[in-house]
């Protein structure tokens, strides 16, 4: 099945379900879709059983998903994609090396703020940024050149935080791994919304 005939089959018990919401299950490690050749996402029935089942959880249970996972381990089996990943923790020079920077390059990225060591270590996210500006400055495009994309990326986290702050005022339990989940919900519907505009603008560029 597409996506789109899961979402048809799951939205008369679950009105509230979305394509995004689907995907950002599958990119939280619950479901594991097969792809096609070009991309496209394949859905069995088990599927549609897991994703019922991880919305049921949530509607009538109200629980994390860091819960479901486990309780989908017993009842469906562990998925590749619900294996502990190991800490990314680079030192300076692995962080050179592995994206493919000059110390100058790294320099300038923390001088604007772009990427920070934590005790000295570059984790994930850091790396992904030095990568990402990498192949940025094939074109031309610098860290002096993205400060645009960071004030984006902190006026979105800033949604991202006043939506949450509620849920975490609430001081019931379980509500760190609500605001936990809503805040990384929110950041991938955010992510769609933002590559969807920048698609849209760059066909505007290009007169199309």
């Not at 995004?20 to 070009?38: A, M, V």
């Not at 192949?135 to 949450?164: I, Y």
Request: aromatic residues 4%; charged residues 30%.
């Amino acid at each position: 099945m597409s996506i789109g005939e899961v979402l048809a089959l799951l939205q008369g018990e679950f009105p509230d379900v979305t394509i995004s919401k689907i995907r950002f299950l599958e990119g939280e490690g619950l479901i594991e879709p097969e792809r096609t050749p070009s991309g496209f996402r394949k859905f069995t029935h088990l599927h549609v059983e897991q994703l019922r089942y991880i919305l049921t959880e949530q509607r009538d249970h109200y629980l994390p998903l860091r819960v479901i996972k486990d309780k989908m381990a017993e009842s469906f089996g562990r998925p590749r994609a619900l294996h502990d990943k190991q800490e990314v923790k680079l030192t300076r020079a692995e962080l050179l090396e592995s994206a493919g920077l000059d110390e100058e390059t790294l320099t300038e990225l923390e001088d604007y703020g772009l990427l920070a060591p934590v005790a000295r270590r570059y984790d994930e996210e850091a790396l992904k940024i030095a990568r990402a500006v990498g192949g940025l400055a094939r074109f031309g495009l610098h860290a002096r050149h993205l400060r645009a994309v960071k004030a984006a990326a902190e006026r979105e986290a800033g949604l991202v935080e006043q939506t949450v702050a509620p849920i975490l005022k609430r001081r019931k339990p379980g509500a760190i791994g609500e605001a936990d989940e809503a805040a990384r919900e929110l950041s991938a519907l955010l992510l769609d919304l933002h590559a969807a505009l920048l698609r849209t603008g760059v066909r505007g560029v290009l007169g199309r």
